[in-house]
């Protein structure tokens, strides 16, 4: 059993458990029966008494390698949205004098990174993620296949941008002193953290949220903790994306860091609460596809990367519910969800395969109305339900 990765203290009690999970969500599958045969994990969620990070103390990091074979890239209208506002926000909050560097680590294949340059023609962008395909430089940008190491970043770094990688990182704390160190040697430079809000978690009910690949959880608190203990200071913080993201913009400062014992104690009766919720949630859900599946509709789950890979191992692992899965990144049509082996579908694929008017589940409602429209555009008549079957009603144009 590992300890906390930010305070080393080790933790008795799991308020989560479970004992079979897909280790790597977005590794792309050719067939049904690889994507079955694929290395399982397990999951205990616990929470550490003295910076309320939350933890899979079972993680083992073997099972989890990030290669040019993993693409959790979703295309999405309302994300481009929420990126393009991101970058003109952080070329707003941050000093970022010309020429100099900007670095994202984990910058998957460099798309935020390229839209933030393209925002401010005088800054130069490094890019460091394993997943990468290939080094590449052109022109202000340097991609290069890799974990963040800050011995490969030249001079002249003025912002380390984190997005959604954090969370999948066995020594956070090891990565933010990394980029502490970076910023002694480069006075000026600060750093913006995005990370899913675990609370928000919680509160939706997002069983299909928790996953393998995720080390840790955050809330306000223990990232802020986090960043103290690493000698930030928070200069800025909010909520994105509708809510499902937290954020915040650190600079050298303060080494306080001291998490209240009342708010630990409150995200763990909110886990435990949550961990006897999940288990109804997913029979209420089987039981709302079977009528579905009465009703003569197919049932798909729009959504193929961590959330609709999660979801559907853990409502439909045989298989026997779910129709068929499909998304938007073209790299996932023709590929097998990993754990289930459900087919992946191109969406111009859906009306030949499963009819007008399937059920569609739409693993994120930030991208419902898009995902609509989209149907619409293409002659469906869909019945529209988010990840815990509520239908949604939609306009009909």
Known sequence: MQASPVTGKHVQESLLTRDRVVAMHNRLHDSGQAARSIPWGKLELRVCPDSGLIFNATFDPSLVEYDATYDSTVPSAASEVYCRELASFLLREFTLPADSLVIE??????????????????????????????????????????????????????????RHVMDQMTDPLAFVRQVAALAESNPGCQLFIEVRDF?????????????????????????????????????????????????????????????EEAAVAHIGADLTEFARREKESIEAIRGEMRNLKASGRKIIVWGAATKGVNYITNVDPDAVLIDFATDIN???????????????????????????SPAIVVMNPSYMDEIFEQCMQMGLRPQMLDALMNAKALPTT
Not at 237 to 255: D, I, V
Not at 336 to 342: L, R, T
């Open 105 to 162: 680590a984990g910058c998957g294949k460099g798309e935020f990174l390229e839209m933030l340059l393209a925002a401010a023609p005088s800054l130069r962008g490094l890019g460091m993620d394993p997943s990468c395909p290939a080094e590449r430089q052109e022109g202000r940008l340097h991609l290069i296949p890799d974990y963040f190491k800050s011995e490969k970043v030249p001079s002249g770094a003025a912002l380390v941008i984190c």
């Open 199 to 259: 609370r928000g978690m919680l509160a939706a009910g997002a069983f299909w949220d928790l996953c393998y690949e995720n080390h840790c959880y955050f809330t306000e608190e223990s990232l802020s903790h986090l960043l103290g203990a690493a000698g930030f200071e928070i200069v800025c913080q909010g909520r994105g994306l509708e809510g499902q993201y937290l954020w915040m913009g650190a600079k050298l400062g303060s080494r306080v860091s001291r998490t």
């Open 330 to 356: 073209a790299r996932r049509h023709g590929s097998y969800v990993a754990g289930s082996g459900h087919e992946v579908i191109a969406p111009q694929e859906i009306a030949s395969r499963a009819g007008d």
